[in-house]
């Protein structure tokens, strides 16, 4: 018998992203609250308090909410032109997690080089973003930064799991920007890999960054963003802490 996913969540421990000090921003899809609907999602407001609700005035590029995930609510992006934007601050230093899982080809056949941006940017810089090859085999974790130089704010990791086929697998995606120490990104608990800087971006918008082909397709679940870099031991507490909370399996991955 499968396990309940109930069982799957976190116990009462009173853990919350807020734990952690330096949260910056907080969606989270699941929570009625922070959700306005009208003709799709037209806010989703920020729990950390800080007021950067994200928003979408033009009903055609809204996301939906109309898929659970653990029993949870997630917002749909269609990869063609969802998205939401909200005020964004200049950082050098900075932590992302995003649970999100990306769709297939069959998702989006129009354009197989898709570039499906958790979080981006207004510049050509992008941001976080993870790229589906659509070959059923692995996908890309490419966050990229002010360039494209591999290694030097930017890291392109292919990804692959047992059994790879389909959609990519739920997962917490997790990025740490640390200035001019570089950055490093995760799979859950896995390391994606490092680049040597990480310069100044203005993190802005979610689903998409400046490019055509930069939006997402999938569902998105939660998404925290920290103004520090924060420990390893903050970040895999945090990482569990999501995991059980959405009922992330944690697949053994192969980077390369």
Do not use: C, H
């Not at 790879?164 to 995606?173: E, I, N, Q, R, T």
């Not at 799979?187 to 802005?204: F, K, V, Y």
């Not at 960054?209 to 997402?216: G, I, L, M």
């Amino acid at each position: 018998m499968g396990m309940n996913p109930r069982t799957l969540r976190p116990s009462a421990s009173g853990f919350t992203p807020r734990s952690i000090s330096g949260l910056a921003a907080w969606w989270d899809a699941s929570d009625d609250a922070t959700i306005t609907l009208d003709t799709g999602v037209s806010v989703w407001a920020d729990k950390s308090g800080n007021g950067r609700n994200a928003t979408q005035s033009v009903s055609n590029n809204r996301p939906a909410r109309d898929t659970t995930i653990n029993g949870r609510s997630v917002l749909t992006f269609d990869g063609t032109n969802d998205s939401l934007d909200f005020t964004g601050v200049a950082r050098t230093v900075e932590t992302m997690f995003a649970v999100v899982q990306q769709r297939d080809a069959a998702a989006d056949t129009a354009n197989a080089s898709r570039y499906g941006t958790i979080l981006g940017a207004a510049s050509n810089s992008r941001g976080l973003l993870v790229r589906n090859q659509y070959n059923n085999d692995n996908f890309l974790f490419d966050p990229a930064f002010n360039g494209f130089t591999l290694g030097v704010n930017r890291i392109v990791a292919v990804v692959a799991w047992l059994g790879s086929s389909g959609d990519v697998p739920l997962a917490v995606y997790v990025l740490r920007r640390n200035g001019t120490s570089g950055m490093q990104g995760w799979i859950n608990t896995t390391s994606l890999g490092t680049a040597t800087t990480s310069e100044s971006q203005t993190l802005d918008r979610i689903g998409r960054s400046a490019t055509s082909t930069s939006y997402f397709v999938g569902q998105m679940a939660e998404i925290l963003i920290y103004d520090r870099a924060i420990l390893d031991a903050e970040r895999l507490r945090i990482t569990d802490y999501l995991m059980r909370r959405w009922a992330v399996t944690n697949q053994t991955y192969t980077v390369s």
